[in-house]
């Protein structure tokens, strides 16, 4: 028998949505500051929009831009434009106005969603993103002259099923990359790789249908998708932090007794430096993901032995390919980042583009279910960002150095754009990162390629700790201690590294700082 008695083909994320409104009921689905949605009210408001939506023109595959503050209603909008058919364009709140209206234009938004402070940013902008339909102004948490408000837009529409059929082809969202190696590029996902995503980092992570997910970066990022996805597909509860405030969020573990949380490194290393860390429940925690940037073996030693042994870390690119080690292969490689995720597969290749072998460093390449559709109008960098293999398979360059053990375990080395050539020489700052690390007056550390007279680029730190202990001594300290090629040639002290909102050190703009610092001839 080869056919299929029945037609059930897999459902899709509105189709999941539906089926948990239905089932799940008065189960807590999305909670924030006082207000709480049941998973009846989430289905609800979401298809009421949907409606809205539709009655307002809105076609299947046509952009929603969404810049708003974390908030349930952001989570209703940009699930909402979903069961509507339409492709939502979630916004980074830290650009400037010239960047935002960049994107908005890239992805020919014709809708755009915006909370009180956004919508006032971006009422200047109007004339240069004309192509915003005239009832496409939405203002949420509040009133804006000639902005629709999100509530009466709701309360406009029924709450029947939107019915709108889509194919595993069609556009989810498309993310913009978080432009830390140049301007953002819009990352485009499809409906079926989306969620092929969220059920393989739902096994990764340990998701469950009791899963609590505090969520406390910006809802616009892909690490908050991700963390939302395998929430929603679970039939879990998020739970939306404004923002993110160390005491807040111990609070926040202890009160809704949340099991999960997606953070970046400097938000645990923030959490241990809060003063009333130990005052605070954090039992009920089960699984915690790091990810956004490397997680240094010292502060995931510390995440383990402190707040959760549960943890998973995880290393992969918006546009796709991911790794994770797993809490139980986490004790004996705390400098890994683990094996592909299921789904996923990867290789190392040297500078002819040649797989590497084991123990070898080169570029890592990936490929897998849930890679992105490609970039938003941007044939030139889906041909840059592509490997061809001898069997004709497209592999995505990530622009990572890393090298695998004789296990299969990834370790990285660093960005390929932040490798510095001193001499000729190779040099990784990430190498040079983990000894400067051990300094006990050094919390972070920042190493990047400065000009050098007399060899082309030399390594210097930028530090964040005890400024006391002064720089000429940490570079001695550190030149001890490292290889001859990777000895730096000068440090300074900051109050702060430079990041975006998902934690990654902004080092074009560190380069940029300390352009012309050494302006003698520096010695290794």
């Given at each position: 028998?080869?056919?299929?008695?029945?037609?059930?083909?897999?459902?899709?994320?509105?189709?999941?949505?539906?089926?948990?409104?239905?089932?799940?009921?008065?189960?807590?689905?999305?909670?924030?500051?006082?207000?709480?949605?049941?998973?009846?009210?989430?289905?609800?408001?979401?298809?009421?929009?949907?409606?809205?939506?539709?009655?307002?023109?809105?076609?299947?595959?046509?952009?929603?831009?969404?810049?708003?503050?974390?908030?349930?209603?952001?989570?209703?909008?940009?699930?909402?434009?979903?069961?509507?058919?339409?492709?939502?364009?979630?916004?980074?709140?830290?650009?400037?106005?010239?960047?935002?209206?960049?994107?908005?234009?890239?992805?020919?938004?014709?809708?755009?969603?915006?909370?009180?402070?956004?919508?006032?940013?971006?009422?200047?902008?109007?004339?240069?993103?004309?192509?915003?339909?005239?009832?496409?102004?939405?203002?949420?948490?509040?009133?804006?002259?000639?902005?629709?408000?999100?509530?009466?837009?709701?309360?406009?529409?029924?709450?029947?099923?939107?019915?709108?059929?889509?194919?595993?082809?069609?556009?989810?969202?498309?993310?913009?990359?978080?432009?830390?190696?140049?301007?953002?590029?819009?990352?485009?996902?499809?409906?079926?790789?989306?969620?092929?995503?969220?059920y393989d980092l739902a096994i990764a992570l340990r998701y469950h249908r009791a899963a609590v997910n505090l969520c406390s970066l910006g809802l616009y990022s892909n690490?908050?998708?991700?963390?939302?996805?395998?929430?929603?597909?679970?039939?879990?509860?998020?739970?939306?932090?404004?923002?993110?405030?160390?005491?807040?969020?111990?609070?926040?573990?202890?009160?809704?007794?949340?099991?999960?949380?997606?953070?970046?490194?400097?938000?645990?290393?923030?959490?241990?430096?809060?003063?009333?860390?130990?005052?605070?429940?954090?039992?009920?925690?089960?699984?915690?993901?790091?990810?956004?940037?490397?997680?240094?073996?010292?502060?995931?030693?510390?995440?383990?032995?402190?707040?959760?042994?549960?943890?998973?870390?995880?290393?992969?690119?918006?546009?796709?390919?991911?790794?994770?080690?797993?809490?139980?292969?986490?004790?004996?490689?705390?400098?890994?980042?683990?094996?592909?995720?299921?789904?996923?597969?990867?290789?190392?290749?040297?500078?002819?583009?040649?797989?590497?072998?084991?123990?070898?460093?080169?570029?890592?390449?990936?490929?897998?279910?849930?890679?992105?559709?490609?970039?938003?109008?941007?044939?030139?960098?889906?041909?840059?960002?592509?490997?061809?293999?001898?069997?004709?398979?497209?592999?995505?360059?990530?622009?990572?150095?890393?090298?695998?053990?004789?296990?299969?375990?990834?370790?990285?080395?660093?960005?390929?754009?932040?490798?510095?050539?001193?001499?000729?020489?190779?040099?990784?700052?990430?190498?040079?990162?983990?000894?400067?690390?051990?300094?006990?007056?050094?919390?972070?550390?920042?190493?990047?390629?400065?000009?050098?007279?007399?060899?082309?680029?030399?390594?210097?730190?930028?530090?964040?700790?005890?400024?006391?202990?002064?720089?000429?001594?940490?570079?001695?300290?550190?030149?001890?201690?490292?290889?001859?090629?990777?000895?730096?040639?000068?440090?300074?002290?900051?109050?702060?590294?430079?990041?975006?909102?998902?934690?990654?050190?902004?080092?074009?703009?560190?380069?940029?700082?300390?352009?012309?610092?050494?302006?003698?001839?520096?010695?290794?």
């Amino acid at each position: 028998m080869t056919d299929a008695w029945f037609d059930a083909p897999a459902p899709l994320l509105p189709e999941i949505i539906a089926l948990n409104g239905k089932w799940l009921g008065d189960k807590p689905a999305v909670v924030c500051d006082q207000q709480q949605l049941s998973w009846r009210d989430f289905e609800r408001q979401t298809a009421q929009l949907a409606n809205a939506l539709a009655a307002r023109g809105l076609a299947r595959g046509e952009r929603v831009a969404v810049m708003m503050q974390n908030s349930a209603e952001m989570l209703v909008a940009m699930f909402g434009i979903v069961r509507a058919g339409g492709v939502v364009v979630p916004l980074n709140l830290s650009v400037t106005d010239t960047a935002a209206a960049a994107m908005i234009r890239d992805a020919s938004v014709r809708y755009l969603f915006a909370s009180v402070d956004q919508a006032a940013r971006l009422e200047p902008m109007r004339g240069e993103i004309d192509f915003v339909r005239a009832g496409g102004w939405i203002v949420a948490e509040g009133s804006a002259p000639g902005w629709t408000a999100f509530a009466d837009l709701l309360n406009s529409q029924s709450a029947r099923d939107p019915g709108i059929a889509l194919d595993d082809d069609d556009e989810c969202n498309i993310i913009y990359s978080s432009g830390t190696t140049g301007l953002p590029k819009g990352i485009v996902h499809t409906h079926r790789r989306r969620l092929d995503l969220f059920y393989d980092l739902a096994i990764a992570l340990r998701y469950h249908r009791a899963a609590v997910n505090l969520c406390s970066l910006g809802l616009y990022s892909n690490i908050s998708w991700v963390a939302i996805g395998c929430t929603l597909l679970a039939g879990g509860t998020v739970v939306v932090m404004r923002s993110f405030q160390p005491r807040a969020w111990l609070a926040a573990v202890a009160h809704y007794r949340v099991t999960h949380s997606a953070m970046v490194p400097v938000q645990f290393q923030r959490l241990f430096e809060c003063p009333e860390f130990d005052d605070y429940d954090v039992a009920s925690i089960t699984s915690l993901m790091c990810c956004g940037s490397p997680l240094n073996a010292r502060l995931k030693a510390a995440i383990m032995q402190r707040l959760a042994p549960q943890l998973v870390e995880l290393y992969g690119l918006t546009e796709g390919p991911i790794t994770t080690l797993e809490p139980e292969d986490a004790a004996t490689r705390l400098a890994s980042v683990g094996k592909p995720l299921m789904g996923t597969d990867l290789l190392i290749l040297d500078d002819a583009d040649r797989p590497c072998a084991p123990g070898a460093a080169g570029e890592i390449v990936g490929r897998g279910r849930m890679l992105m559709a490609g970039y938003n109008n941007r044939p030139d960098a889906n041909e840059e960002t592509t490997w061809v293999d001898e069997q004709g398979r497209k592999w995505l360059r990530t622009g990572d150095i890393g090298r695998f053990d004789e296990a299969g375990f990834l370790y990285l080395v660093d960005r390929k754009k932040d490798l510095i050539i001193s001499g000729g020489q190779n040099i990784y700052p990430a190498d040079i990162e983990t000894i400067v690390l051990e300094h006990p007056a050094v919390s972070e550390v920042a190493v990047i390629g400065i000009d050098s007279p007399r060899w082309g680029e030399s390594p210097f730190a930028v530090l964040v700790g005890e400024q006391s202990a002064g720089s000429d001594a940490l570079v001695n300290w550190t030149n001890e201690r490292v290889g001859r090629q990777q000895r730096i040639a000068g440090a300074a002290w900051i109050d702060a590294l430079p990041r975006n909102p998902n934690g990654k050190v902004l080092k074009r703009e560190l380069r940029e700082r300390f352009r012309g610092w050494l302006t003698d001839g520096d010695g290794k």
